[in-house]
T-cell receptor, first 111, second 114 residues
Framework: SQQGEEDPQALSIQEGENATMNCSYKTSINNLQWYRQNSGRGLVHLILIRSNEREKHSGRLRVTLDTSKKSSSLLITASRAADTASYFC???????????FGTGTRLQVTL | NAGVMQNPRHLVRRRGQEARLRCSPMKGHSHVYWYRQLPEEGLKFMVY????????ESGMPKERFSAEFPKEGPSILRIQQVVRGDSAAYFC????????????FGDGTRLSIL
């Protein structure tokens, strides 16, 4: 069964706006990762945050992790049309272990 | 510096036939994972392999599905006697197997069952 649940399921914004996606999970984790998937393609790794970290930045991406609430958020600032994709959170519970994916957020960025 | 390579990209089979999906991990990666994605859904784990060993097959259906990662050559996901419900995108990922290293994904094989 899916561990993670993302919300919203779909998000439509205009170019230049910020996009925030949330992810909740159920069990203790080693790390949480965010991936992007363009239509018909594989997943591209965006950012990994360890369980002992609370916030991480990478370019226009900002990820937070609250292990007490078992939740994470992904913020994309100054969005671009090229950011249009589905975004998934995935949790890992151990070294080199399987990933458990959320249900994804479909982001549409319009000009 | 090729990434994870999967082939074929698209595979069409009739009910009852066999499907073989191949995955070559990134150079230097010895850990391979297979996931399945149904339309509009997230990926679901199937199996995790290292060279010549199955580490975790907790997501594999008990019948008709098997996976291997031989000493030489790509990892193979094999589905025997396919049924319509096997239609999905199958993704392979690889990692170096160290703590807190991301998995790198191929572009998947889209399996369609007629």
């Amino acid at each position: 069964s899916q561990q993670g649940e993302e919300d919203p399921q779909a998000l439509s914004i205009q170019e230049g706006e910020n996009a925030t996606m949330n992810c909740s999970y159920k069990t203790s984790i080693n790390n949480l990762q965010w991936y992007r998937q363009n239509s018909g393609r594989g997943l591209v790794h965006l950012i990994l945050i360890r369980s002992n970290e609370r916030e991480k930045h990478s370019g226009r991406l900002r990820v937070t992790l609250d292990t007490s609430k078992k939740s994470s958020s992904l913020l994309i600032t100054a969005s671009r049309a090229a950011d249009t994709a589905s975004y998934f959170c995935a949790t890992s519970t151990g070294t080199a272990s399987k990933l458990t994916f959320g249900t994804g957020t479909r982001l549409q960025v319009t000009l | 510096n090729a990434g994870v390579m999967q082939n074929p990209r698209h595979l069409v089979r009739r009910r009852g036939q066999e499907a073989r999906l191949r995955c070559s991990p990134m150079k230097g990666h010895s850990h391979v994972y297979w996931y399945r994605q149904l339309p509009e859904e997230g990926l679901k784990f199937m199996v995790y392999l290292q060279k010549e060993n199955i580490i975790d097959e907790s997501g594999m259906p008990k019948e008709r599905f098997s996976a291997e990662f031989p000493k030489e050559g790509p990892s193979i996901l094999r589905i025997q006697q396919v049924v319509r419900g096997d239609s999905a995108a199958y993704f392979c990922a690889s990692s170096p197997g160290q703590m807190d290293q991301p998995q790198h994904f191929g572009d998947g094989t889209r399996l369609s069952i007629l």
